[in-house]
């Protein structure tokens, strides 16, 4: 069975910038696109992007001045940093795995870690 | 950006009866690639529905999706008690976007 598990901070101070770490257990990140969502307070959920294991990202057009997404296939992790964060980017984050093509469902997902964005 | 209006906002029903969740898009989605989650308060989300129809694996046959085009629907046919959470839609024809959700709630 896929596990997920995000880490990183729960509070970044506005202006600077949010890290996340997605560790997957129970199989290997190589031959799948995984990706990143949130979900503000009270809101829809919303597409970050996504990395395949080889390396290649897709970000969401309204995040992608912002937004790095990287692969550490050895350690079987990826991660998120997104920029000059401010109050907007406060919510749950998730990580999640896509399938072995970019146009698929997210069938795992991790249990999602809130980042509050505050001085 | 293809918007997703799912409705009703709120559905309140029973245990045992039918319950039908809709969700239209703004454009044609394409291949009918619109997935179905549910997420109970604190969870994260759990693949219901794939490719409009396809119940993702471990989900009860009470669970069905259809639709294609623009018009899609999630019915859940008797109503269990741990069926009552927030559905939501998404589209991946067209990079990825979901809908507000639906609360099924207990009446």
């Known amino acids: 069975q896929v596990q997920l598990q995000e880490s990183g901070p729960g509070l970044v101070k506005p202006s600077e910038t949010l890290s996340l770490t997605c560790t997957v257990s129970?199989?290997?990140?190589?031959?799948?696109?995984w990706s990143w969502i949130r979900q503000p307070p009270g809101k829809r959920l919303e597409w970050i992007g996504y990395?395949?294991?080889?390396?290649?990202?897709n970000y969401s057009p309204s995040l992608k001045s912002r937004v790095t997404i990287s692969v550490d296939t050895p350690k079987n992790q990826f991660s998120l940093k997104l920029t000059s964060v401010t109050a907007a980017d406060t919510a749950v984050y998730f990580c999640?795995?896509?399938?072995?093509?970019?146009?698929?469902?997210?069938?795992?997902w991790g249990q999602g870690t809130l980042v509050t964005v505050s001085s | 950006e293809i918007v997703l209006t799912q409705s009703p906002d709120t559905l309140s029903l029973s245990p045992g009866e039918r319950a039908t969740l809709s969700c239209r898009a703004s454009?044609?989605?394409?291949?009918?690639?619109v997935a179905w989650y549910q997420q109970k308060p604190g969870q994260a989300p759990r693949l219901l529905i794939y490719?409009?129809?396809s119940r993702a694996t471990g989900i009860p046959d009470r669970f069905s999706g259809s639709g294609s085009g623009t018009d899609f629907t999630l019915t859940i046919s008797r109503l269990e008690p741990e069926d009552f959470a927030v559905y939501y839609c998404?589209?991946?024809?067209?990079?990825?976007?979901f809908g507000q959700g639906t609360m099924l709630e207990i009446k």
């Open positions: 999640a795995r896509l399938g072995v093509v970019p146009a698929a469902s997210l069938d795992y």
């Open positions: 129970g199989g290997f990140i190589s031959s799948y696109y």
């Open positions: 990395i395949y294991y080889s390396g290649s990202t």
């Open positions: 454009q044609s989605v394409s291949n009918n690639y």
């Open positions: 490719g409009a129809s």
């Open positions: 998404q589209q991946y024809g067209s990079m990825y976007t």
